[in-house]
């Protein structure tokens, strides 16, 4: 940590054993973004200020769901006159943030990004934010005091794809990878092949059937060239 880093929390310790006042800066808000996704992929959790008076140094605790895994923080574009310093280890949960510098800063937009691996079981999982009275200050190095909002990162079950042929509808797959392709081949009662088609992902496919098809298969491959399956491949009756 920079040397002024250290000068921060002796000064806080002053302030706190002097009772020095605080300053209200009720406009002020930190806040970590409710997060909504499908998939198990890496996700980005900004953290924000809004309504920036001035802050010279901070220090917020980041708490975060056991389930989810964090993977690294990244400084934000708001605040750039103070240097973040981060938890020694990832592992850390909570996470201890600190900005601090010479001169206030009152810029506004994202302070840190925090990158965690969600769980594939769908749920809510929190990421909450909080600081100690007094670890909050501005360019008069007075305590301030600011209003903390707490995120979450819902995990959603993936909307399956409905393919709809000639009134028969049969759902599939999900519909969260764009260049997936839905393919519908067709058959006589001998099992002979009659026809092959071929969708992008959408919500909702409409077919004609093949006349001279008995039954199709519905199937989802991750693409036309590896011809891998993505789910199990359903059989639509059309007698």
Request: include cysteine.
């Amino acid at each position: 940590m920079k040397k002024y880093s250290f000068l921060f929390f002796v000064i806080m310790s002053f302030l706190c054993v002097f009772q020095m006042p605080i300053s209200a800066s009720a406009e002020t808000k930190i806040s970590v973004d409710q997060i909504v996704t499908e998939s198990a992929d890496l996700i980005s959790v900004p953290i924000r200020i809004e309504g920036n008076t001035g802050i010279c140094g901070a220090a917020l605790s980041i708490k975060y769901d056991k389930n989810l895994i964090l993977t690294s923080i990244e400084k934000g574009e708001a605040l750039p006159a103070l240097t973040l310093t981060k938890s020694a280890e990832l592992s850390s949960n909570p996470q201890k943030l600190v900005w601090d510098g010479i001169d206030s800063d009152s810029t506004n937009g994202v302070i840190a990004k925090m990158y965690f691996k969600v769980p594939e079981k769908c749920g809510t999982y929190n990421v909450e934010i909080s600081y100690e009275q007094g670890d909050i200050v501005d360019g008069n190095l007075d305590p301030i005091k600011i209003n903390t909002k707490s995120g979450t990162i819902t995990v959603e079950e993936p909307q399956k794809i409905n393919v709809n042929i000639s009134g028969k509808q049969v759902l599939i797959g999900d519909n969260s990878n764009s260049d997936q392709k839905v393919i519908i081949s067709y058959f006589d009662d001998q099992g002979l092949l009659k026809s092959i088609k071929t969708y992008p992902v959408a919500d909702e496919i409409q077919d004609e059937a093949n006349h001279d098809a008995s039954f199709a298969k519905v199937m989802l491959w991750n693409s036309l060239t590896k011809m891998r399956p993505m789910c199990t491949t359903e059989t639509v009756n059309l007698r």
